[in-house]
């Protein structure tokens, strides 16, 4: 409190309580930029219990427009991996259409919010995985044409 009243954004009255005076700053819902692999790492392992759930939801709500968009992603994710490249915006613009078919703007929105840290690092896992066998490539990728499969047959 003692912070939110140096900022400004609330007052204290004495005998009455405190009250907002003013709304936040949006800055202070940036995310701080990744700084460290731990970084990548927990953004990670907050994914992993974000995406799966708006993948079902996609699942169950998703629109033509919506399977269309996702399809192309994953599209322009195979074109990428047929000629050697990262492929990163490609992958990110399918996890982005996934969000989308949700039809909940707290996924999409997020999402687009955790780009520059999605982007961090999927840049670095997917240069690890182009150094790997074209085997392992292929494990990675089918990962995403699995779930673009279950999405289409509105498989949660």
Known sequence: ????????????????????????????????????????????????????????????????????KIESAMEALEHCLSIGILGVDEDQSLHEAIAD?????????????????ITAGMSITRSLTLRRTGEHIRIVQDEHQSIVKALRKCDA
Request: proline share 6%.
């Open 1 to 68: 409190m003692a912070r939110l009243r140096e900022d400004g954004v609330v007052v204290s009255r004495q005998g009455s309580g405190s009250y907002v005076k003013k709304q936040p700053d949006m800055a202070v819902l940036e995310l701080a930029p990744v700084g460290s692999i731990g970084d990548v790492q927990r953004c990670f392992e907050f994914r992993a219990g974000l995406e799966p759930i708006a993948a079902a939801l996609a699942a169950e709500r998703w629109e033509p427009a919506d399977m269309e």
């Open 101 to 117: 078919a949700t039809h909940n703007q707290y996924y999409a929105t997020l999402q687009r919010q955790l780009r520059p840290h």
